[in-house]
């Protein structure tokens, strides 16, 4: 029996079972909002770290755990926070609550792997991809089998094991069963969409020119309920709120859920690899069918939809086709049709909170998160 392998903690600033104290007032809540960040990545950055060296200590690929530690300690932790505004809606700030909500980084996680092997993503928040990094351990030790195989479905793997141990920490977080019990139907609600999302994105074709309202549709399962308005339903049912509350949570959930895809669809194309951490120009190289380029189909004269698809159909884009790309979709008016979207989405979030029963402390910071996801460069 081999050696088993120590995998290294990556440091965070804040002591893995730190408390995030309750929520401040508002012209504070940025500093609040990093230290559910600091604490949230430690949490996982524990856990994961434990089970690498249990599960992965001895399954043969020597940096698959130290790749899934630098993967999952990256991440924004929207969802996360989400989550725990959605507990802190109905509960006072616990401990327990705070780790559960942890378990969404996971489950981000194991999507963004899968996501960057289906989308043959060479980047991840400018690093090579998972399935890239092992690709490239594979050939340097002159393993038999195709590298590039290899790499995806070491990737695939990792990303089942986020999906397990997503579950694991949610039940081992140290809530009451019947704390729990309340969140495992949207929980598997927010699974089961984000799958059946993929599936319908898998199926879109930009070249069969797809409707705006048929890629918004797929969006909204995909993303826009998966990023915020299970993340905040969860939470609350976890903390008892009433359906009243779970519903007012929701209608302002799914509309800033959709702004905050729509935004990514915008960066996707105009976003540079600084602040995305993506490919330049990433949705157009993969002839994604993102709002933002179906819009723009949808708006362009007869010109300018023949150039779009000699685009479409070219087998290599450089840097000058991207831009004639880019400026073709600016003069359709795509973008600004987008941009109004956005805004019409955030206005209805806004308005679910002013009409709302929620706490007004944590209605403000909604409204501060709603600015943080629709008005980000990355």
Partial sequence: ????????????????????????????????????????????????????????????????????????????????????????????????????TASLELLHAFALLQDDVMD??????????????????????????VSRRFGESAAVLLADLCLIWAEQLMRDSGLRPDQLERAWPRYDAMRTELAAGQFADLALDIRTSPSLKAVLNVARMKSGNYTVRRPLEIGAAMAGCDELMLKQLGEYGAALGEAFQLRDDILGIFGSPETTGKPNGCDLIERKATSVLVAAQEMADPPARRQFHELIASTHL?????????????????????????????????????????????????????????????
């Fill in 318 to 378: 450089d840097n000058a086709d991207l831009d004639r790309w880019r400026s073709l979709i600016v003069a359709t008016g795509a973008v600004h049709r987008i941009e109004e979207l956005i805004d019409d989405r955030v206005q209805t979030a806004q308005k679910a909170l002013e009409t709302s029963t929620i706490d007004p402390l944590i209605a403000a910071a909604l409204a501060d998160m709603a600015t943080i996801c629709t008005r980000r460069a990355a």
């Fill in 1 to 100: 029996m081999g050696t088993v392998r120590e995998f290294p903690r990556i440091t965070v600033a804040e002591p893995a079972r730190a408390r995030v104290p309750a929520l401040p007032e508002v012209d504070q809540f940025g500093a609040w909002r990093t230290d559910l960040r600091r604490t949230v990545l430690s949490r996982v950055t524990d856990f994961v770290t434990a089970r690498c060296a249990d599960t992965l200590g001895e399954c043969g690929v020597e940096p698959a755990g130290e790749i899934l530690l630098e993967f999952v300690n990256g991440g924004k932790c929207l969802r996360s926070t989400f989550m725990y505004l959605g507990w802190l809606s109905g509960a006072p700030p616990d401990d327990a609550a705070l780790s559960a």
């Fill in 120 to 145: 043959d993503s060479p980047s991840r928040r400018g690093r090579p991809s998972a399935h890239i990094q092992l690709a490239g351990w594979h050939a340097q030790r002159g393993l038999s089998g």
